[in-house]
C-alpha cells in the first residue's frame, strides 16, 4: 500500500523560509516522480513542483520558480519542498503526490494518484 506523508507546515511570516517533507512507503520510491501541489481555500489544486526519480529533473510553477526548490533523498525515500521569501498569496495546504505513471514528467493533477494527506502553510503579514 503506498503511502505519502508530509510535514513541516506552519505559521510563519512573510518572507520567511519553510521546509517540508515528503516521506514515502510503498513504492519503488526511486523510480517514481514526486511532485508537490497546493490548494488554498476556495481555489482549486495547482502544481508547485516536481521532481523526477532516477535523474531528479526538476520542474516548477512559475509562481514559485526562484523561490522554492524541491529535492530528494532515495536513501531515505523523502521529498523535500524549500521555501524561502515566502509570501501571503503561498498560504495553502501543500500535498505530496506521486503518478499512476511512476515516470511521468508534468504538472496535471488527474495523473497523479497518490497523494498524501497534505500539511497547512499560513504565511501571515
Known amino acids: 500500500q503506498v503511502q505519502l506523508v508530509e510535514s513541516g507546515g506552519g505559521l510563519v511570516q512573510a518572507g520567511d523560509s519553510l521546509r517540508l517533507s515528503c516521506a514515502a512507503s510503498?513504492?519503488?520510491?526511486?523510480?517514481?516522480?514526486i511532485a508537490w501541489f497546493r490548494q488554498a481555500p476556495g481555489k482549486e489544486r495547482e502544481f508547485v513542483a516536481g521532481?523526477?526519480?532516477?535523474?531528479?529533473?526538476?520542474y516548477y510553477a512559475d509562481s514559485v520558480k526562484g523561490r522554492f526548490t524541491i529535492s530528494r533523498d532515495n536513501a531515505k525515500n523523502t521529498v523535500y519542498l524549500q521555501m524561502n521569501s515566502l509570501k501571503l498569496e503561498d498560504t495553502a495546504v501543500y500535498y505530496c503526490a506521486a503518478p499512476k505513471d511512476k515516470y511521468y514528467t508534468g504538472s496535471e493533477y488527474y495523473r497523479y494518484v497518490y497523494w498524501g494527506q497534505g500539511t497547512q502553510v499560513t504565511v501571515s503579514s
Open positions: 521532481i523526477t526519480g532516477n535523474s531528479g529533473y526538476t
Open positions: 510503498g513504492l519503488t520510491f526511486g523510480w517514481y516522480t
